[in-house]
C-alpha cells in the first residue's frame, strides 16, 4: 500500500524524467529486451520448428483491418484472413508482406499448407499463434518463412539498440538513488 501511495506523490512532485525513470526505466528495458530475444528466436526458425496443416481452402480474403485517415498520410492497413476446411483457425498474413502475391494465387478449394508457431513460439516473439510462417501450394512456396525472418532481423537491431541504450540508463539510476 505504501508503494502505491508513493508512486501517486512521486507523480505529482517528481520532474517527468525523474519519474520515468524511477518506475518506467526497468520496465521499458525489459521489454526491448524480450522484444530482442523473441525476434532471435524468430530469425532462426526452421520449417521444421512450425506447425503444419494441410487442407483445402474454405476461404481466402484480403480484408481491411484499420483505416488511417490523417491530414497528412492516408491509408489502410490490410490482412489475408485464410481458413481451411479442416481447421478451426483462422490464419492471418499481415499487409507488411506481399498479400496479395498469395490471396491472388488461392481460390477456395485448392489444397495449401499453411506453417504457423505453436503457443510457446508465440509467446515469445509477440503476434498471434495464427500468424502465417510459410504457405505451400502444388509444391511451390507462394509465402516464405525467410520474408519473416528479415522482418524479426530489423525488429531484433531496433529492441537491441533500445537495450543498449536503456540500461546503462537504468544502471546508472540505480547507483545514483
Given at each position: 500500500m505504501n508503494y502505491i501511495k508513493q508512486f501517486f506523490k512521486d507523480f505529482i512532485d517528481l520532474p517527468n524524467l525523474h519519474f520515468f525513470r524511477k518506475y518506467f526505466l526497468l520496465p521499458v528495458t525489459l521489454l526491448f529486451a524480450w522484444i530482442t530475444i523473441g525476434n532471435i528466436i524468430e530469425m532462426n526458425y526452421r520449417v521444421t520448428d512450425l506447425n503444419e496443416i494441410t487442407g483445402k481452402v474454405e476461404y481466402n480474403e484480403v480484408?481491411?483491418?484499420r483505416t488511417i485517415n490523417k491530414p497528412f498520410y492516408k491509408g489502410r492497413e490490410q490482412e489475408l484472413h485464410l481458413k481451411l476446411h479442416n481447421s478451426p483457425e483462422h490464419f492471418r498474413l499481415?499487409?507488411?508482406?506481399?498479400?496479395?502475391?498469395?490471396?491472388?494465387?488461392?481460390?477456395?478449394?485448392?489444397?495449401?499448407?499453411?506453417?504457423y508457431r505453436n503457443w510457446l513460439q508465440t509467446l515469445l516473439g509477440f503476434g498471434r499463434q495464427s500468424?502465417?510462417?510459410?504457405?505451400?501450394?502444388?509444391?511451390?512456396?507462394l509465402f516464405e518463412l525467410s520474408s519473416r525472418q528479415r522482418n524479426a532481423e530489423g525488429l531484433a537491431l531496433i529492441g537491441a539498440l533500445a537495450t543498449?541504450?536503456?540500461f546503462p540508463m537504468y544502471l546508472h539510476q540505480r547507483r545514483n538513488k
Open positions: 480484408v481491411t483491418t499481415t499487409d507488411n508482406f506481399f498479400i496479395g502475391e498469395v490471396a491472388g494465387k488461392l481460390t477456395v478449394g485448392d489444397s495449401v499448407t499453411v506453417y500468424d502465417i510462417y510459410q504457405v505451400e501450394y502444388h509444391g511451390k512456396t543498449i541504450l536503456f
